[in-house]
């Protein structure tokens, strides 16, 4: 199980946060029932959190330092971590159960089923590898193509296909720009042309107003879904 400097560490890593030896031993015990792997030392891969307790964290860091989450201590759970959220919702409302998260490094997620670790009988976990890329609006701007769909497809060509992960890696793109038009028919089509494509399934998640967001699996099929947040996801949480 972790120490507490490593506890120290995760917290610094990943939302930019010190806690005090009181709250540390808090978390250490939180943590303690939820070791997914006793014999591992390997930190990052063997603690899971549910998508409520990434919120409940991430809303008492923001309470204790006062950002916004939009500061750059924040970019791991803003970029990957908080879209994360959103799929394992999608996951669950689309009847694929509930996900633990957890937060690691090449690639940048991975999903832990539930019902999957229920049933184990061994330490062997079950995992989704889930690979992130957050698309700034100045990026795709900065893009030569002739239109937003092109150029979004193009980054994620540029700055993903390169890269070799576990077959089964699902990539999951985030737009942060509601008011962009986007042919996402036109993104699906662009990517389906690339063979030897490094992912099993290729999402995009962007909002589409205030509270309406869009994930849409681009590849290997065009599915897109358009949700409330607050009147379909949000009920959801666990």
Known sequence: MWT??????????????????????????????????PNSSHGDWNLAFTPLKIIHLVNFTLAKTKNKLQDKRFKKVSEEIFPTIYFTLLLL?????????????????????????????NNTIKAIPLECIFLPPEAIDQDNSEDNSQKIANLIIKKKFTKRFYPQTILLVTIN???????????SNRLLEIKNQPYDQIWLFCGVGEQVIILSQLCPKLQIINFNIQQELIPLLY
């Open 4 to 37: 507490k400097e490593q506890c120290n560490l995760f917290f610094k890593k990943t939302l930019g946060l010190e806690l005090t030896d009181e709250e540390l031993n808090e978390a250490l015990s939180y943590f303690k029932s939820r070791n997914l792997s």
């Open 177 to 187: 720009k509601p008011e962009m038009q986007l042919n996402i028919a036109e993104i």
């Open 93 to 121: 409302k689309q009847g694929y159960g509930k996900h633990l998260i957890v937060s690691k490094d090449a690639p940048d997620i991975a999903l832990i089923p539930v019902n999957d670790l229920k049933n184990r009988k």
